[in-house]
């Protein structure tokens, strides 16, 4: 996942407020597979809607951009522990 599909995700987002959420949750939770969903409560943004698959999606980038940072500060030429390397990414 790039940066520019995340973007391109978040600039498609939509707002309900939150007495529509509690009307129709489902139809709250429809219109969030495609794009993040700003639920507002008294005109302010308070929470936000994703579905499963960006949600993960996201997870999975974070994980990733954690894991390049750990790899990029080893110093192979230490000769590091992979255990130690492997504890540091929680594999």
């Known amino acids: 996942m790039t940066n520019d599909l995340l973007y391109v995700k978040f600039m498609g987002m939509t707002a309900i407020s939150i007495s529509k959420l509690k009307e129709n949750p489902s139809k709250a ?3 969030a597979l ?14 936000y ?4 698959e960006l949600y993960e999606k ?19 030429k230490k ?9 540091e990414l929680g594999v």
């Open 49 to 52: 809607l994703i579905g499963k």
């Open 58 to 76: 996201f997870v999975s980038y974070l994980e990733n951009r954690l894991d390049t940072a750990v790899v990029e500060k080893t110093d192979f």
């Open 34 to 47: 495609d794009y993040p969903l700003a639920i507002e409560n008294r005109n302010k943004i308070s929470a």
């Open 79 to 87: 000769g590091k522990d992979f255990e130690l390397l492997a504890k």
């Open 29 to 31: 939770i429809f219109q």
